[in-house]
């Protein structure tokens, strides 16, 4: 989402974008683990926020507090950088069904208030 938004020209804009378990930059890959170079591939080269930031009218970074895939210093960032409100849920993971995560109400509840 962040690439897509990221090509699109300046004076584009939409009205809001929910983020969950985003992040804008490369994730430390301490044990070479594959996987994680294949979501790395997404943000090599970093996205640029200041391309960003401005597209969204709103913009919400939803992040689990247990999530060991993208540490959640990682999405505080991504929220810093798009300068928006940043939701940490309390004993959250990466939001998976291997996780066992198969609802997620805290997405649905900032989605019905970035549609108000």
Same mark, same amino acid.
């Given at each position: ?6 090509? $699109? ?26 996987? $994680? @170079? ?6 090599? #080269?970093?996205?640029? $926020? ?12 939803? &992040? ?6 993208? #540490? ?21 993971? &990466?939001?998976? @069904? ?19």
């Amino acid at each position: 989402m962040l690439r897509f938004l990221e090509s $699109l020209p300046p004076r584009y804009s939409i009205g809001g974008v929910l983020l969950v378990s985003g992040f804008s930059e490369a994730l430390e890959n301490k044990f070479n683990d594959s996987d $994680l @170079d294949k979501i790395n591939s997404f943000v090599i #080269p970093s996205i640029n $926020l200041k391309n960003v930031k401005n597209i969204p009218k709103q913009a919400v970074v939803l &992040h689990g507090s247990k999530d060991t895939t993208v #540490p959640v210093l990682y999405a505080e960032k991504l929220s810093k950088g798009l300068g928006c409100k940043f939701v940490k849920v309390d004993g959250g993971g &990466h939001f998976t @069904d291997e996780e066992g995560c198969y609802e997620l109400p805290e997405a649905l509840e900032v989605l019905r208030e970035l549609m108000k």
